[in-house]
């Protein structure tokens, strides 16, 4: 942890570098050029600043068709918060970060996009059967992801207590093994709706291990946005551990609540 925290501290020394965060802490998923308008920057010299960015891990990227997106990652600015901040300020800070997010919230868009890097120690085979398999879903998750994982066919986020109840179910809509799988993510009390929530896997090789994003698009509300901010870092945690270390977390997983 020692070495990416030293590259996060580096990245953010340049108050050029911090104008580009803030801006899109103020309006995530912005192109280059986007990023050079508002900050009358020459796109080479946002280019430099940005690649500074991503190789720390404080921005990641998703491509949209011939566009490149460029999201805040926060798992950095965490680890130096709870290196540095936690241990002598939480109590107080937790308070007013809770007044933030709330007066924050009302300047949301209505459809919110979360974009959540990690990097694990795997191969793209192990990942992408980790994902898809209902015992190693279980394990890390909480819940047993169940389909045959086939475009069209629908899958299950089924209880693991034997009662066959899911708590969110949805169509594969792709599955380009081991590189990438789309799926709905429907609430099953209610009837599916067009444009509705989608989760994206993507993984790549990045060196000798992994890269995996997971982009979740067309939430209903700041609230779901919320709920999915706490939930995706721990679930991608407990797979990180499972496939590094061989087993989950200690701590029961925080359970993926279909969105409303």
Known sequence: MTDSLDRAFKALADPTRRRLLDSLRERNGQTLGALCSQLSMARQSATQH?????????????????????????????????????PFEHPRLQMLSGIKRQAEGHD????PTFVYVTYIQSTPE???????????????????????????????????????????????????????LVLTFDDPDSEPVEGGPTVTFLIEPHHEIV???????????????????????AVLANLKSLLEVGHALPQAPWEMKATR
Do not use: C
């Open 50 to 86: 940005l690649g500074v960015l991503e190789e720390a891990n404080l921005i990641s990227v998703v491509w949209r068709g011939r566009e490149k997106l460029h999201y805040l990652n926060p798992v950095p600015i965490h680890d130096i918060q709870q290196r540095w901040i936690a």
């Open 126 to 180: 192990r990942v992408w059967h980790a994902l898809t398999s209902a015992d190693l879903t279980a394990e890390f998750w909480g819940h047993s992801n169940v389909s045959d994982w086939q475009p069209g066919s629908t899958w299950r986020h089924e209880r693991t207590d034997g009662s066959g109840i899911a708590d969110a179910v949805g169509r594969v809509l792709v599955a380009e093994p081991p590189v990438r």
């Open 211 to 233: 890269r995996l994003t997971v982009t979740h698009e067309n939430l209903p509300d700041a609230d779901a946005l919320g709920a999915i901010s706490h939930g995706w870092p």
């Open 108 to 111: 949301m868009t209505a459809i």
